[in-house]
Structure formats: C-alpha cells, structure tokens
C-alpha cells in the first residue's frame, strides 16, 4: 500500500514516491519513446504514484507535454494529481542550458509550463538551480507572487544551500526542497537534510537510483547511447569509478536478497524512504515495466544493523566516491 505524506504547511497529499520525468523528456538520456513515456506515466498513477516532478529543461518542454498529455487524455480528475516542476533555467538557441531565475524568466516561464502541462495551476513550483547573477530576493518575491495569485499551491527550490534558503526565504514561504540523495550520493546529509528536518520542509530526493545504477540492471557491457549521461558526463559510468559502484551493488543486491527477499532497487528504494524527516523519493522511469519494483516495496523495513551493514559495504568498496556535481548547469556568464 503506497505510503503518503503532505506537503508542510499545504493541503497537497502526495505520494512518498514521485515518478521523475528527467528521461522522459529524451535530452541528456538518449532520447525519448512519447507512446513508453505515456503508458508510464499512466501506470504509475494506477499504481498509487500521485506525484510527477517534470521541468522545462527536460527536453526542452518535451517532458512536460508528455506529461500534460498523459493526465488530460485519459481524463485524469486534475486534483488527483500533484504536479511538480521548475523554472529557473533558459537554453540557447544551440540548446545549451544556462541558469536564469530573472522576475522576467520566471513569468515567462510559468505561462508557458501551464500551457505545455494543460492545467491552470501547478501544485509545486521550484527554482531549479540557484542563479548566481540575479538577487535570490527577485527570484522569491516573484515566486511569492505567483503563489499569492494561485497559480502555484507551494513554493519549492532545488540545489540551493541553506545561506541561499535562508535569504530565499525573507521574501517567500517556503515548502519544499529538492536534493540529490541516494545510497551512493550522501553529501545532502552534512548540512542540508538536517536544515530542512529542523524546519519541517518536505524534502524530495532526486536520482534514487543513482541514474539507475542501484537498479540492478546495469552491468559492465551496458551501453549507453546518443546524449545519455552516462556514456561519458556521469564519472560512475567510467572507468574504475563504475567498477567499484558496479560491485558494491552487487555486494548490496545480494544483502537485500538475504536480508529481505528483496532486489538491491527496493533496498535503494527503501532505504531512502526512511531516512529522517518528511521527505519524498523521485523515481525516475520512462517504460512501465521499470514499476516492476513497487510491488513488495512495503511490506519490509531495513533495520539497524543491515543499515550499519550497508554503510560498511559503501565505505569498504568505494574507495574514491564521486558526487553529481556533472549535472551542475553554467550561469548566463559561463555558456
Ligand atoms: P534515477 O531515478 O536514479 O534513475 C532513473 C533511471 O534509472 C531511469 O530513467 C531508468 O533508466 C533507470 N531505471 C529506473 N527504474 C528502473 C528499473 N526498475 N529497472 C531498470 N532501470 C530502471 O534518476 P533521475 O531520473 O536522475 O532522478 C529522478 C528524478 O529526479 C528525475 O527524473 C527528475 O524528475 C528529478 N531530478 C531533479 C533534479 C534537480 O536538479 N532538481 C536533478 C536530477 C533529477 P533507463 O530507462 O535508461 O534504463
């Protein structure tokens, strides 16, 4: 039975699980299967999933169409759904992105989700990546603005630190923080978590499998194709660095088999979910089949001493981690 929460200090009831449209969009992932995306979009609502995180730049709009399609051609009771997606980035005529959370941009940029999504309101509105050229003061009020008109239900921001929050949130409300977090990116826990659980800020979590390393299904001969990441950008698909990540997810599916009978994915999965504090797991899938993981995901916890045990197997087989920071986008100063 899907677990859910609420966004602090709203009415939306969420899903603990988000479906993440990243791939789905195509850009940076190889491309995209509109008819696959669709048809997964549609099974993860049947399933319980009531939460899509999308963005503009995932596909340059593409993914937010697929998404504004998959919930109004079925007819999908809107308030059934809780859209989730960004502003704050701009893209070059070559299709080079670049940070840009101008009053301007972000005006711009809400019209046109809400007509690319179908949909009068969005339910969570981010900033994408901090914008180090425009005062975070502009990039609140015209937030805020946007909230006290309607048009969005709660105010998030993502890949901020806390100082940027804590000006950010001078000028808007704040309800929602998105961060990388997963087994294998864990730096989100020194500073940020803990500042988000002392102020009760629902904290989503992005890449839970780590791009789909900890799916299980990734192995030394897989290939990657086109403008996917993970052919060259992502340093855990190279070299030494994907031998010791390949390993110790070998080393964690087979505790997970052990353990609970369960696949290294559920145990991501899993072991996000409990993490401390109101917090949210984007699952990134763009074929139906990749729910498959859901079924058996709630009937089991991780205890204490296989969690120990799992952070044993990271710390012995990762000898050199590598964080996210390749997806970092440049500012408009930088393209
Ligand atoms: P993820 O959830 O760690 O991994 C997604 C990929 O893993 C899928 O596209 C799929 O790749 C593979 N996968 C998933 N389930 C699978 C299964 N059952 N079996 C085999 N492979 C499976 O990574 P993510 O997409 O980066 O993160 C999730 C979401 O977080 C994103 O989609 C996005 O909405 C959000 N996000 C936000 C930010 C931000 O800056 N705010 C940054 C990154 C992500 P293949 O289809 O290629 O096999």
């Given at each position: 039975m899907m677990e859910k929460t609420s966004i602090t200090n709203t009415n939306i009831e969420t899903s603990r699980i988000g479906l993440g449209t990243w791939a789905i969009g195509g850009t940076q992932w190889g491309g995209t299967d509109e008819d696959q995306a669709v048809k997964t979009i549609e099974a993860a609502l049947d399933k319980g999933i009531n939460l899509i995180d999308t963005a503009p730049g995932y596909g340059y709009g593409k993914a937010e169409e697929i998404v504004g399609k998959a919930i109004n051609q079925n007819h999908h009771n809107r308030g059934?759904?809780?859209?989730?997606?960004?502003a704050g980035m701009n893209w070059t005529d070559e299709g080079d992105f670049f940070r840009d959370s101008t009053k301007a941009r972000i005006h711009q940029e809400v019209e046109d989700s809400l007509k690319r999504l179908g949909t009068d309101y969005i339910d969570l509105y981010h900033i994408h990546w901090p914008d180090p050229l425009t005062p975070i003061y502009e990039t609140a009020e015209a937030l805020n603005?946007?909230?006290?008109?309607?048009?969005?239900?709660?105010?998030?921001?993502s890949n901020y630190t806390t100082e940027?929050?804590?000006v950010f949130q001078e000028a808007a409300?704040?309800?929602?923080?998105?961060?990388?977090?997963?087994?294998?990116?864990?730096?989100?826990?020194?500073d940020i978590l803990p500042y988000a659980h002392a102020r009760n800020i629902t904290a989503l979590y992005y890449s839970?499998?780590?791009?789909?390393?900890?799916?299980?299904?990734?192995h030394q001969e897989s290939e990657f194709t086109g403008d996917d990441i993970r052919k060259s950008a992502d340093p855990k698909f190279q070299g030494p660095y994907f031998q010791e990540y390949l390993q110790a997810v070998e080393e964690l599916?087979?505790?997970?088999?052990?353990?609970?009978?369960?696949?290294?994915?559920?145990?991501?999965?899993?072991?996000?979910?409990?993490?401390?504090?109101?917090?949210?797991?984007?699952?990134?899938?763009?074929?139906?089949?990749?729910?498959?993981?859901?079924n058996g995901l709630w009937d089991f916890e991780i205890d204490s001493d296989s969690m120990k045990d799992i952070d044993e197997i990271l710390m012995r087989v990762i000898k050199k981690p590598v964080g996210p920071e390749f997806m970092a986008p440049p500012d408009r100063q930088n393209i």
């Open positions: 059934d759904v809780v859209i989730s997606t960004k603005y946007l909230y006290r008109q309607g048009k969005i239900k709660a105010i998030g921001v940027q929050i804590d409300p704040l309800h929602t923080i998105q961060v990388p977090h997963n087994l294998f990116e864990r730096d989100s826990e020194k839970s499998l780590t791009r789909g390393m900890l799916s299980g299904k990734i599916d087979d505790l997970a088999q052990d353990r609970f009978g369960k696949s290294v994915a559920q145990l991501a999965l899993k072991w996000n979910l409990q993490q401390p504090g109101n917090n949210i797991a984007l699952w990134g899938m763009r074929h139906p089949e990749q729910l498959q993981p859901l």
